[in-house]
């Protein structure tokens, strides 16, 4: 059974739980056991930092003073992950991949470089 803290009361309770046995704090959303409930901490509201507040497609009633939500995508985590996506799509990284794919192409093809090399070398 994996286990984790609450974040009301820190005691350790089942991960798929919905809510804590200990304080009655809601941990997941209500008939979605498998969808994590995210909240805010301190004074803050969850759609100061998520992308979908961000982009103005979210639909959510308690929006912009929502303190816990099922879909909550951090601003800056997804920022960070299209960067990344970039940076993975560049030409530098485009022929790195190629390049450990066809190792045994490269090998062959260096090969027969340095054949052609010493037979115009010896003619």
Same mark, same amino acid.
């Given at each position: 059974? +994996? /286990?984790?803290?609450?974040?009301? %009361?820190?005691?350790?309770?089942?991960?798929?739980?919905? =809510? &804590?046995?200990?304080?009655?704090?809601?941990?997941?959303?209500?008939?979605?056991?498998?969808?994590?409930?995210?909240? +805010? /901490?301190?004074?803050?509201?969850? %759609?100061?930092?998520?992308?979908?507040?961000?982009?103005? =497609? &979210?639909?959510?009633?308690?929006?912009?003073?929502?303190?816990?939500?099922?879909?909550?995508?951090?601003?800056?985590?997804?920022?960070?992950?299209?960067?990344?996506?970039?940076?993975?799509?560049?030409?530098?990284?485009?022929?790195?991949?190629?390049?450990?794919?066809?190792?045994?192409?490269?090998?062959?093809?260096?090969?027969?470089?340095?054949?052609?090399?010493?037979?115009?070398?010896?003619?």
């Amino acid at each position: 059974m +994996a /286990t984790i803290s609450c974040p009301h %009361c820190h005691q350790l309770v089942d991960s798929q739980a919905i =809510t &804590c046995p200990y304080c009655r704090t809601t941990l997941k959303a209500y008939g979605h056991p498998g969808i994590p409930l995210h909240r +805010a /901490t301190g004074e803050e509201y969850l %759609c100061d930092s998520c992308t979908y507040h961000a982009d103005d =497609t &979210c639909n959510f009633p308690k929006r912009p003073y929502a303190k816990d939500c099922t879909l909550y995508e951090n601003l800056e985590a997804s920022q960070l992950r299209l960067q990344e996506q970039r940076e993975a799509s560049s030409f530098d990284a485009t022929v790195k991949k190629w390049t450990k794919r066809h190792q045994s192409l490269l090998l062959l093809l260096g090969l027969l470089f340095i054949c052609l090399l010493v037979a115009l070398s010896t003619g």
